[in-house]
């Protein structure tokens, strides 16, 4: 089948003369059928997207025998899922529920720490002493400001984390016309 170019090819097309780079690829493009075009461009538009994306360091919990006090205190705020088993239940759907908003956790300077270990003790753990299933929000001063026996949505953890003290000032700080 032959396509008539005329209508919608650069004046270079018409003369015969061979661009450089991607546009040499024109001519095929534009003999496409009308929806492969389409899957091409949009292929073509996602695959810079997904090489970006392989480059970002994904976010992931951090157990909590890992961790340091001393190192991320006014660094990072920490979000802390205690468990007796990784079996549980509740552990297991809060971590569900958590992935979908890794992304905006990232944002607001999270670091996930999970705790499912009773018997090793760890510094947080001994800290904060749960009992069984314990979500445990804090500020990145380090202090406890929520405490959740039950899983909770990622939404309400980014809300509740948006109306921290701290996080409140550095949203200030970062845009001062919202005074």
Same mark, same amino acid.
Do not use: C
């Given at each position: 089948?032959?396509?008539?170019?005329?209508?919608?090819?650069?004046?270079?097309?018409?003369?015969?003369?061979?661009?450089?780079? %991607? *546009?040499?690829?024109?001519?095929?493009?534009?003999?496409?059928?009308?929806?492969?075009?389409?899957?091409?461009?949009?292929?073509?538009?996602?695959?810079?997207?997904?090489?970006?994306?392989?480059?970002?360091?994904?976010?992931?919990?951090?157990?909590?025998?890992?961790?340091?006090?001393?190192?991320?205190?006014?660094?990072?705020?920490?979000?802390?899922?205690?468990?007796?088993?990784?079996?549980?239940?509740?552990?297991?759907?809060?971590?569900?529920?958590?992935?979908?908003?890794?992304?905006?956790?990232?944002?607001?300077?999270?670091?996930?720490?999970?705790?499912?270990?009773?018997?090793?003790?760890?510094?947080?753990?001994?800290?904060?002493?749960?009992?069984?299933?314990?979500? %445990?929000?804090?500020?990145?001063? *380090?202090?406890?400001?929520?405490?959740?026996?039950?899983? *909770?949505?990622?939404?309400?953890?980014?809300?509740?984390?948006?109306?921290?003290?701290?996080?409140?000032?550095?949203?200030?700080?970062?845009?001062?016309?919202?005074?």
């Amino acid at each position: 089948m032959q396509s008539d170019r005329s209508s919608f090819s650069p004046s270079w097309a018409l003369q015969g003369a061979e661009p450089l780079g %991607v *546009w040499r690829q024109l001519s095929y493009i534009l003999d496409m059928k009308h929806l492969n075009r389409r899957h091409f461009l949009f292929l073509a538009g996602v695959t810079p997207l997904t090489a970006w994306a392989e480059g970002a360091s994904p976010f992931e919990p951090v157990p909590a025998v890992d961790v340091s006090e001393a190192d991320l205190i006014f660094v990072r705020r920490p979000v802390v899922v205690f468990a007796d088993t990784p079996n549980d239940p509740a552990f297991i759907r809060q971590m569900e529920l958590l992935a979908r908003y890794f992304h905006e956790l990232e944002q607001r300077d999270v670091i996930l720490i999970t705790d499912t270990d009773p018997a090793a003790r760890s510094e947080l753990r001994q800290r904060l002493r749960p009992r069984g299933f314990s979500l %445990v929000l804090m500020d990145k001063d *380090w202090s406890s400001t929520i405490r959740k026996p039950l899983p *909770w949505d990622g939404r309400e953890v980014v809300n509740a984390i948006d109306k921290m003290p701290i996080t409140r000032s550095e949203s200030l700080e970062k845009s001062p016309a919202g005074r």
